[in-house]
């Protein structure tokens, strides 16, 4: 499978501990985003990167938020401190440089609890 | 913010019927897209149209964009029981964040067989 894949797809975590989700898009595609999903709404924009700089960050990401992409390939996305308002589905999605289109993971859930 | 709101939020339709789903944005934008999601295959995009287009096809799909009332269209004809997802559009932040997608609540459409 030459998609976009995310793992872990689920994650448990009790409140006040830190998690690392990590993506690895399309090996093609140079620009790599996150987004974040609740119940009932569409995605969220968190941040995206071309290559291994991060270009833009929305205001929605809290200094408990990170992502990085060290080496233009996989990504990581670290919450610190998580909260129960953190608990949702973590989506990444990829492109090619110059497109417009983006393929989405199946995504990760986080639950906190 | 939210830039992009689709309407109708739920729209129910017997297979072979025509679904039509309609969004609204807030700013300019240089094209705008549409991706559909489902428990099965996650989001993915569908179609992608032009500020400089106003009528664009792809397979049972036609999309509509108008930009002097900020409006789209997402057409799908001759419905099958496949089609049930949820349907978002998803312009840009702005013109000049064209990687920043907002999507809105979405319309959820169901196929009965």
């Known amino acids: 499978d030459t998609g976009v894949s995310q793992n872990p797809r689920h994650k448990i975590t009790k409140r006040g501990q830190n998690v690392t989700f990590r993506c690895d898009p399309i090996s093609e595609h140079n620009r790599l985003y996150w987004y974040r999903q609740t119940l009932g709404q569409g995605p969220e924009f968190l941040t995206y990167?071309?290559?291994?700089?991060?270009?833009?960050k929305s205001r929605l990401l809290s200094d408990r938020f990170s992502a990085e992409r060290p080496k233009g390939s996989f990504s990581t996305l670290e919450i610190q401190r998580t909260e129960q308002g953190d608990s949702a589905m973590y989506l990444c999605?990829?492109?090619?440089?110059?497109?417009?289109?983006?393929?989405f993971g199946p995504g990760t859930r986080l639950t906190v609890t | 913010s939210q830039q992009g709101e689709e309407d109708p939020q739920a729209l129910s339709i017997q297979e072979g019927e025509n679904a039509t789903m309609n969004c609204s944005y807030k700013t300019s934008i240089n094209n705008l897209q549409w991706y559909r999601q489902n428990s099965g295959r996650g989001l993915v995009h569908l179609i992608l149209?032009?500020?400089?287009?106003r009528e664009k096809h792809s397979g049972r799909l036609r999309v509509t964009l108008d930009t002097s009332k900020k409006s789209s269209s997402l057409l799908i004809t001759a419905s099958r029981a496949a089609d049930t997802a949820s349907y978002f559009c998803?312009?840009?932040?702005?013109?000049?964040?064209?990687?920043?997608?907002?999507f809105g609540s979405g319309t959820q459409l169901t196929v009965l067989p």
């Open positions: 149209i032009r500020s400089n287009e």
């Open positions: 999605a990829s492109s090619f440089l110059g497109a417009y289109e983006q393929y």
């Open positions: 998803a312009p840009p932040i702005s013109s000049g964040s064209a990687r920043q997608l907002t």
């Open positions: 990167f071309q290559n291994e700089a991060q270009l833009e």
